[in-house]
């Protein structure tokens, strides 16, 4: 059973930096994808933050390029979000999504979240 976990949401002034992790653990699994999302408020729709392969190759939502830099370490199955300068409205719980594959199934896997608060 392959389960993610979140880790490194919290509180931070305007302008700052904070780092989320997000961890997948399970057995003869591989990452094919994995990212951040966050909920449009209201609604059931998932806007994109930051997302990357497990070749490495990185896609970011708009609001996000230049400040946002995504990486993943393979050998830990591990990502991480480095988010700098950091803006009130992007006040929001984090949800981490991984698309794994194990010799079975292609599946998708949520984490429950990380608050992020940007606010002085």
């Known amino acids: 059973q392959v389960q993610v976990m979140e880790s490194g949401g919290g509180l931070v002034q305007p302008g700052g930096s904070l780092t989320l992790s997000c961890a997948v653990s399970?057995?003869?699994?591989?990452?094919?994808?994995i990212g951040w999302y966050r909920q449009a408020p209201g609604k059931r729709d998932w806007n994109l933050v930051a997302e990357i392969s497990g070749g490495g190759n990185a896609n970011y939502g708009d609001s996000v390029k230049g400040r946002f830099t995504i990486s993943i370490d393979n050998a830990k199955n591990t990502m991480y979000l480095q988010m700098r300068n950091l803006k009130p409205e992007e006040t929001d719980v984090y949800y981490c999504?991984?698309?794994?594959?194990?010799?079975?199934?292609?599946?998708?896997?949520w984490g429950q979240g990380t608050q992020v608060t940007v606010s002085s």
């Open positions: 999504n991984a698309l794994a594959q194990d010799a079975v199934r292609t599946g998708t896997y």
């Open positions: 399970g057995s003869g699994f591989s990452i094919k994808y």
